[in-house]
Every structure is written in structure tokens, then in C-alpha cells.
Nanobody, 117 residues
């Protein structure tokens, strides 16, 4: 049963924007901390942005000022607004939900973001 499903990836030119979305199902979304990770070919998966259940956000230095993470608990969705995209942002982007108290974690299947002219 799919718990997280991403959408919104695609091909964009350098300097362009994309908005990735992730929809959750079945679990109590509001009590989970959420994150967007990415993995480029030949590289390790890295945390790009996170938002706690309380709404506190954090970003990797490489995306600060360009990416914004947000959540809509009523719709059980998390978003990643990506602006001023660079070729080095090219990767598969994954959403993650975790609750350390419950020891539960979910991953989406990933969405490809390609930044190229």
C-alpha cells in the first residue's frame, strides 16, 4: 500500500521553477516530521529541506533562499517550491515522513527533476 506519492517533477531550464508535491495516505500525517531528499546519479541521498510537525523548517546550505518546504495537514500534503534552479539540482527527489516516537518512517517512490538548457 502506497503511503507517500510524489508528483511535479520534470525538465526545466536553468533559472526556472518547479513545485514538487507529495500526498500521504492512511497514517496520521500531522504528527509526522517531513523531509525532501534528493539523489543524483553516483551520489548519496541528501536531505534538502525538512519541516517538523510544529512547522519549523530547515534547509541544506545549497538550496537556502531558493527552495521552500511547506505542508498542508488537512490535505495530507507536503510541497517543495524550487526557484532559481541550477543544473546541479538535477536529481530524483523523494519525500519522507517519520515519527521517532512511533518509530515509523515512510518514503515515496521519487520524482525526477532535470535542470538543463
Amino acid at each position: 500500500q502506497v503511503q507517500l506519492a510524489e508528483s511535479g517533477g520534470g525538465l526545466v531550464q536553468p533559472g526556472g521553477s518547479l513545485r514538487a508535491s507529495c500526498a500521504a495516505s492512511t497514517f496520521t500525517f500531522s504528527i509526522y516530521d517531513l523531509g525532501w531528499y534528493r539523489q543524483a546519479p553516483g551520489k548519496q541521498r541528501e536531505l534538502v529541506a525538512s519541516i517538523t510537525s510544529g512547522g519549523n523548517t530547515d534547509y541544506a546550505d545549497s538550496v537556502k533562499g531558493r527552495f521552500t518546504i511547506s505542508r498542508d495537514n488537512a490535505k495530507k500534503m507536503v510541497f517543495l517550491q524550487m526557484n532559481s534552479l541550477k543544473p546541479e539540482d538535477t536529481a530524483v527527489y523523494y519525500c519522507n515522513a517519520h515519527n521517532n516516537l512511533l518509530k515509523r518512517e515512510y518514503w515515496g517512490q521519487g520524482t525526477q527533476v532535470t535542470v538543463s538548457s
